[in-house]
């Protein structure tokens, strides 16, 4: 669920209770408060009639399907809802699961839809929503309408004495022309003034009425909690898949590229050697130590790459150690302090070591910092990964950077990436993953 009000972030003269009876908002608020009576008046009455007739015909074949209409009608009601919520009220609610047979067919759709949760949310929301719209349009009403008649008092009140026969509003009279009238200017003035207090609490009232209409749609009309994790599920899912598979390209495209490359070199440098090993033993001493060096500069890139899929240290020595290499290999000064009980679940670790080693080159190739910081402990059942630096600032997840990137694979896992980089600095970024241990 989302709420947008439609406001932007700009200065106002007036402050916010003055200007809240004139806003934007509070008269669309009050559009579908007054909306909101005849529609579910008309809902209401399909499924009590729709639920009432299947209901009455269950002895019969054909209540079974009649249900089924009622509440895909309510169905098709809650779209209507759902986008009247929307464009009036700024609420933004994903459309629930839809409904889906085990088969094609009149009567697996019919099955389908009395098996779904969603549809029988709607018919809730159809009964439940009617007297609450009721109470909230009398309410909003009779408060709005009162506050602005009162307020306005000053530039009416001579309809009364022109075409009512009395000389302004009548707190008491008895019928007889005695009674008590809001007619004097003082009288008229404080009138005005209960006027402006109840037009300058009306807004909240409606922000407040409507609020119960927001749980409402959102808790009744949207996806169950069950379907909206589902779905996140799958999301995740596809990101995990997504970065295995470049983790594999770029694996593969490092072993073409680097060792492998090197490899075939050396291994046609020591064919040619052995070919002048007895024609020139010099000359494949000097071929041999060459290809000797290759083989160095072979194996530390195997050693690189390795590090880069599982660092050896990482599973002997676990986070400190590990981290503590990291940050001996980076540019800028840092500080690493880790206060963990135990270790958590390897694979928090293993994203836990790799969120670090990225924020660090981040640090490396971007932040002009001169000292940067790594903390890391446990609270209740979250792992805490903090990296600081004293940089230009100015980092930001939604530019699709890197940053990007790191917070799909943390939120794969039900993390959390915070990022603090005001311009100028400093920069603070906050991870938080399960600890699974």
Known sequence: MAIDDGSQSRPHILPPALRAPVEGRTWREFGYLLLSLPIAAVLFSYAIATISVGAGLLVTFLGVPVLAMGLAGCRAFGAMERARARGLLGLKVADPEPVRGQKHGLMSW???VLKSGASWRHLLYAVLH??????AFVVAVTFWTTGW??????????VFP???GQSGIAVYGDGSGNGLYLDTPFEIGVTSAVGLVLVLASPWLIRGLTSVDRLMVAGLLGPSRLATRVSELESDRGVVVDTAAADLRRIERDLHDGAQARLVALAMDLGLAKEKLTEDPEAAARMVAEAHGEVKTALQELRDLARGIHPAVLTDRGLDAALSAIASRCTVPVNVEVDLPSRPAAAIEGIAYFTVSELLQNVSKHARARRSSVDVWQTHDRLMLQVTD???GGADASTGSGLAGLAERLDAVDGILVIDSPAG???????????RG
Do not use: I, K, R
């Open 110 to 112: 019919v099955g389908a």
């Open 130 to 135: 009617f007297p609450w719209a009721v109470f």
């Open 149 to 158: 008649a009162l307020f306005l008092y000053p530039l009416w009140q001579w």
């Open 162 to 164: 022109n075409h009512l």
């Open 390 to 392: 004293d940089g230009q």
């Open 425 to 435: 600095g400093p920069t603070s970024v906050t991870a938080e993953l399960p600890w």
